[in-house]
């Protein structure tokens, strides 16, 4: 069960509402970097509560119920048109700050899965591994998955000739070949065609 440690060591510090930020999908060739922020009540109890990755589909839908229930969040995103013009990585910073602008109690500090935090108004601490070790972190982690995966199904019943539904935008074969054999859609990120020989716009 991961231990409430950051949290405690910045309430502490006299921090009254702090924020676990996290994101989902820098590495897919198409749809939304997406992120979230999550407040996480004082007494929030789940054992179950982990990194997304290391958690079924099944269990993450279900976290993201309880947590979306019981917890202060935001989830915010930056599009394939601002990844190609921002970089993946300015863009990453882009959607998690609009999702820490977008709670709708404000945090007054943030705990930040990774190394890098720009552009914040707020104070911060990054945590490489966050995902794993800081409960905030996690939850965030969880719901940005969710709702990028969720994102997906629904560019599969737009664009059902990718098979979004299965790797989820991934640089797979099969969604290599597609784009290759395709083109591109209009939510695929070009400046990460590459491979296909599509340069940024």
């Given at each position: 069960?991961?231990?409430?440690?950051?949290?405690?060591?910045?309430?502490?510090?006299?921090?009254?509402?702090?924020?676990?930020?996290?994101?989902?999908?820098?590495?897919?060739?198409?749809?939304?970097?997406?992120?979230?922020?999550?407040?996480?009540?004082?007494?929030?109890?789940?054992?179950?509560?982990?990194?997304?990755?290391?958690?079924?589909?099944?269990?993450?839908?279900?976290?993201?119920?309880?947590?979306?229930?019981?917890?202060?969040?935001?989830?915010?995103?930056?599009?394939?048109?601002?990844?190609?013009?921002?970089?993946?990585?300015?863009?990453?910073?882009?959607?998690?700050?609009?999702?820490?602008a977008a709670l709708p109690i404000p945090?007054?500090?943030?705990?930040?899965?990774?190394?890098?935090?720009?552009?914040?108004?707020?104070?911060?601490?990054?945590?490489?591994?966050?995902?794993?070790?800081?409960?905030s972190i996690a939850a965030a982690s969880?719901?940005?998955?969710?709702?990028?995966d969720r994102q997906c199904r629904e560019?599969?019943?737009?664009?059902?000739?990718?098979?979004?539904?299965?790797?989820?935008?991934?640089?797979?074969?099969?969604?290599?070949?597609?784009?290759?054999?395709?083109?591109?859609?209009?939510?695929?990120?070009?400046?990460?065609?590459?491979?296909?020989?599509?340069?940024?716009?």
């Amino acid at each position: 069960m991961l231990e409430f440690t950051y949290e405690r060591e910045c309430r502490e510090a006299g921090y009254a509402s702090v924020c676990g930020i996290d994101e989902a999908g820098r590495g897919p060739l198409a749809g939304n970097v997406v992120a979230a922020a999550v407040i996480l009540p004082c007494g929030f109890f789940s054992p179950e509560l982990n990194d997304s990755k290391k958690l079924s589909e099944k269990k993450r839908e279900a976290l993201y119920e309880i947590i979306t229930r019981e917890a202060v969040y935001a989830v915010a995103w930056a599009t394939p048109a601002e990844i190609d013009r921002l970089n993946i990585l300015n863009a990453t910073m882009l959607a998690m700050n609009r999702a820490v602008a977008a709670l709708p109690i404000p945090a007054d500090f943030a705990l930040i899965d990774g190394n890098t935090a720009r552009g914040f108004s707020i104070p911060v601490k990054t945590i490489v591994g966050g995902d794993a070790k800081c409960p905030s972190i996690a939850a965030a982690s969880i719901l940005a998955k969710v709702t990028r995966d969720r994102q997906c199904r629904e560019l599969d019943l737009r664009y059902p000739e990718y098979g979004f539904a299965r790797h989820k935008g991934y640089p797979t074969k099969e969604h290599r070949e597609r784009v290759r054999t395709l083109g591109p859609c209009p939510e695929h990120r070009r400046s990460f065609l590459s491979f296909a020989g599509y340069e940024k716009p």
